[in-house]
């Protein structure tokens, strides 16, 4: 029965494999639906649903299928996070964030003056932490899995193996990237050809297909160790990495508590450290709750004003105390308390901004001391999973493990190099989050949950390095403050402000333009960037039918059945 299935899952697979799948971004179904950033990764979610999967089994195979449908961000070679919040009030958040490899050290990216040497931590072997992502869809099914290991990853060595057709999004960006897989890697494998993607060209990935294989055969052992791991090790000796068997064999996934915070009738679930994500959310949401926003039109500056004040003292904290809570004490329960967050807005008087000198992180109780990629699933059974992957820049460190077929992660930049030293995202940090053998290095990834009582309502989270976690604070607010129904509350306007720079990103095509002058008369510093991340999100409405909803900024489509 078992190999029939496959068998059907292989042929329908040839089949979608060499069409291009055109799905809406947003669409209602009544037994299962999935968002995510490709169609194809879409696809399999929803028919792993149709199959008798759940929400976790669906997601197991998106983020393989991910991996190599969309491998500027999906992958094997990363890491990520899972929010999960059930029907009957469970509510759970997996870590599988890549770790330093234990021969890492907090100067490994300085020069004798102390310097940090440009792009090293950002391209080559050097730049890649200890994969996470197998280990934890491996932790992530045995805990909720229901369907065989298998099944949930021949899609992805089907896609792999026969190839698909790449949108116009993905030839664009292979071709801007040519030339930096030129450079990074010597031997021949699927991403460093010469030749000039187009839209509907045909990506096949070999060796890809057969580590998935492997992986589907041995579980994560097919990964962490044997062939995979020679791979890997063998790349690293020929090319200067540091991640040895020992890392691999070594890299542990790990359930964590989730962040759960209330904001009025809602309660929030999201991820805790190694994350900001969760504990930054849990401060802006505290920081604006008391504001009467629903009174605040959503084009008056006012808006603006007061989230982006909240936003700058909100990165300032996130600078001084964050980092892997397995080796720094995070104050958690101190930065999100309600009293310690209405005194970080003391000092802000409407309509002005306050000068970057004048913010500092504040003294939380308990303190002695472009690209990412988000899904969300929805299951019949009320079940919903959110999560967050990624290689961090777009192609990770722009290797490709060779032999291996895929791409690694450059997150060693997510950590501090030099306290005070921006990373490419802009974030700075402090030596909670400077680099430690094996430690994880701080991330913005912000999978949530929102739910009201104990039934899970919505589940959204977005790319976008440190941009992430304001992108979900104001959808989150248009859902709950604006009462914006979800396609509306995706698609809105957004902004982003981290404290330093000290500047408002504001998006190109805002839906009031005339917001620009009036901010920049106050004092802002404005730039536009052309949008500021792409949701992925899914609801639980009320009359039990399932909305997904793919934010028209990337080519995220929902699936379902
Ligand atoms: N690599 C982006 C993040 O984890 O925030």
């Known amino acids: 029965m078992k190999n029939l299935l496959i068998l059907v899952q292989f042929c329908l697979y040839t089949f979608v494999s060499w069409s291009q799948p055109v799905l809406p971004k947003s669409q209602i179904?009544?037994?299962?639906?999935?968002?995510?950033?490709?169609?194809?990764?879409?696809?399999?979610?929803?028919?792993?649903?149709?199959?008798?999967?759940?929400?976790?089994?669906?997601?197991?195979?998106?983020?393989?299928?991910?991996?190599?449908?969309?491998?500027?961000?999906?992958?094997?070679?990363?890491?990520?996070?899972?929010?999960?919040?059930?029907?009957?009030?469970?509510?759970?958040?997996?870590?599988?964030?890549?770790?330093?490899?234990?021969?890492?050290?907090?100067?490994?990216?300085?020069?004798?003056?102390?310097?940090?040497?440009?792009?090293?931590?950002?391209?080559?072997?050097?730049?890649?932490?200890?994969?996470?992502?197998?280990r934890g869809m491996a932790e992530a099914h045995k805990k909720y899995g229901s369907l065989p290991w298998e099944q949930l990853i021949n899609p992805a060595i089907i896609l792999a193996g026969q190839g698909y057709p790449i949108t116009e999004r993905q030839a664009n960006l292979l071709n801007e990237y040519q030339e930096?897989?030129?450079?990074?890697?010597?031997?021949?494998?699927?991403?460093?050809?010469?030749?000039?993607?187009?839209?509907?060209?045909?990506?096949?990935?070999?060796?890809?297909?057969?580590?998935?294989?492997?992986?589907?055969?041995?579980?994560?052992?097919?990964?962490?160790?044997?062939?995979?791991?020679?791979?890997?090790r063998k790349h690293m000796k020929k090319h200067n990495g540091i991640i040895t068997?020992?890392?691999?064999?070594?890299?542990?996934?790990?359930?964590?508590?989730?962040?759960?915070?209330?904001?009025?009738?809602?309660?929030?679930?999201?991820?805790?450290?190694?994350?900001?994500?969760?504990?930054?959310l849990g401060q802006l949401l505290k920081m604006v709750e008391s504001r009467s926003l629903k009174n605040i039109e959503f084009e008056n500056p006012l808006r603006y004003n007061i989230l982006a004040e909240a936003e700058k003292r909100v990165y300032a904290d996130r600078s001084k105390y964050l980092g892997d809570p397995d080796f720094v004490k995070v104050p958690i329960s101190g930065l999100m308390d309600s009293?310690?967050?209405?005194?970080?807005?003391?000092?802000?008087?409407?309509?002005?901004?306050?000068?970057?000198?004048?913010?500092?992180?504040?003294?939380?109780?308990?303190?002695?001391?472009?690209?990412?990629?988000?899904?969300?699933?929805?299951?019949?059974?009320?079940?919903?999973?959110?999560?967050?992957?990624?290689?961090?820049?777009?192609?990770?460190?722009?290797?490709?493990?060779?032999?291996?077929?895929?791409?690694?992660n450059n997150e060693m930049d997510d950590f501090s190099a030099?306290?005070?030293?921006?990373?490419?995202?802009?974030?700075?940090?402090?030596?909670?989050?400077?680099?430690?053998?094996?430690?994880?290095?701080?991330?913005?990834?912000?999978?949530?949950?929102?739910?009201?009582?104990?039934?899970?309502?919505?589940?959204?989270?977005?790319?976008?390095?440190?941009?992430?976690?304001?992108?979900?604070?104001?959808?989150?607010?248009?859902?709950?403050?604006?009462?914006m129904d979800l396609e509306q509350a995706v698609n809105k306007s957004r902004f982003h402000h981290q404290w330093t720079p000290d500047i408002l990103f504001l998006e190109q095509n805002q839906n009031d333009e005339s917001i620009v002058n009036k901010l920049n008369k106050i004092g802002y510093k404005i730039e536009r960037p052309n949008f500021l991340g792409c949701v992925g999100a899914v609801q639980i409405r009320e009359d039990g039918s399932l909305l997904g909803v793919g934010d028209k900024r990337g080519d995220d489509c929902a699936a379902g059945f």
Not at 118 to 133: D, E, H, I, T
Not at 439 to 448: A, F, G, V
């Open 339 to 408: 009293l310690y967050c209405t005194k970080r807005m003391s000092n802000f008087v409407e309509m002005q901004p306050t000068a970057q000198k004048d913010i500092t992180y504040g003294m939380p109780e308990g303190y002695e001391s472009t690209e990412t990629t988000h899904f969300s699933v929805a299951d019949k059974y009320g079940t919903l999973v959110s999560i967050t992957t990624t290689l961090n820049g777009n192609y990770g460190s722009s290797v490709v493990v060779e032999g291996a077929g895929f791409m690694l």
């Open 245 to 280: 068997s020992k890392d691999l064999k070594q890299y542990n996934a790990v359930w964590r508590k989730p962040i759960e915070v209330s904001y009025k009738d809602y309660s929030i679930i999201t991820m805790p450290p190694p994350s900001s994500g969760g504990i930054a």
């Open 180 to 232: 930096r897989f030129l450079k990074y890697n010597q031997t021949p494998n699927a991403f460093n050809s010469t030749k000039a993607w187009k839209k509907g060209d045909i990506f096949i990935q070999s060796d890809l297909a057969k580590t998935l294989a492997r992986i589907a055969k041995k579980g994560s052992n097919g990964f962490y160790k044997g062939k995979t791991a020679m791979l890997i």
């Open 29 to 134: 179904f009544e037994n299962g639906v999935v968002v995510s950033a490709h169609p194809e990764a879409s696809l399999v979610g929803s028919q792993i649903l149709k199959m008798g999967g759940n929400a976790v089994d669906a997601a197991i195979a998106i983020q393989f299928a991910l991996a190599v449908v969309y491998p500027n961000a999906g992958n094997i070679g990363g890491g990520g996070f899972m929010i999960y919040a059930d029907s009957k009030g469970k509510i759970d958040a997996l870590d599988f964030r890549e770790k330093a490899p234990a021969k890492a050290h907090k100067d490994m990216y300085l020069d004798e003056k102390g310097e940090v040497i440009k792009n090293k931590s950002l391209y080559g072997s050097l730049a890649a932490g200890v994969p996470g992502s197998v």
């Open 418 to 483: 030099k306290p005070g030293t921006p990373n490419m995202f802009g974030l700075i940090g402090s030596k909670a989050n400077q680099i430690e053998p094996n430690k994880r290095m701080l991330s913005s990834m912000t999978p949530t949950i929102i739910k009201k009582g104990k039934k899970p309502l919505f589940a959204l989270g977005s790319p976008g390095g440190g941009t992430i976690i304001t992108t979900v604070f104001q959808v989150v607010l248009n859902l709950l403050e604006y009462k």
